[in-house]
């Protein structure tokens, strides 16, 4: 089992930027990030296996980033260009060898931070 803390929410206005970290434990062959808005199912933001494949949700391609820093066990989403529909809270997960085809299938994760706020307003 993997432990995961993460940071680096926040407020911003729309057009913002903000970067979230997670820092992990050890080490699982998938890192995830994914987002839950008030009254909305827990959705898959961007996805980095161990060997840097990437995989994002339609609706964050080309404004969202992730990265990992396998030395620091730490992974990273960058996030550009907010829109007040990116307001939720952002959770960090851990998954085994899984088909990147899963990459953004919450429940192919077994292990999940407490998260962090981020609000976008217009």
């Known amino acids: 089992q993997v432990q995961l803390v993460e940071s680096g929410g926040g407020s911003v206005q729309s057009g913002g930027s903000l970067r979230l970290s997670c820092a992990a434990s050890?080490?699982?062959?998938?890192m995830g990030w994914f987002r839950q808005a008030p009254g909305k199912e827990r959705e898959g933001v961007a996805a980095?296996?161990?060997?840097?494949?990437?995989t994002y949700a339609d609706s964050v391609k080309g404004r969202f980033t992730i990265s990992q820093d396998n030395t620091k066990n730490t992974l990273y989403l960058q996030m550009n260009s907010l829109k007040p529909e990116d307001t939720a809270m952002y959770y960090c997960?851990?998954?085994?060898?899984?088909?990147?085809?899963?990459?953004?299938?919450?429940?192919?994760?077994?292990?999940w931070g407490k998260g962090t706020q981020v609000t976008v307003s217009s």
């Open positions: 997960a851990a998954a085994g060898p899984i088909p990147q085809l899963w990459y953004l299938r919450r429940d192919k994760y077994s292990d």
């Open positions: 050890g080490s699982r062959y998938v």
């Open positions: 980095i296996s161990t060997i840097g494949t990437t």
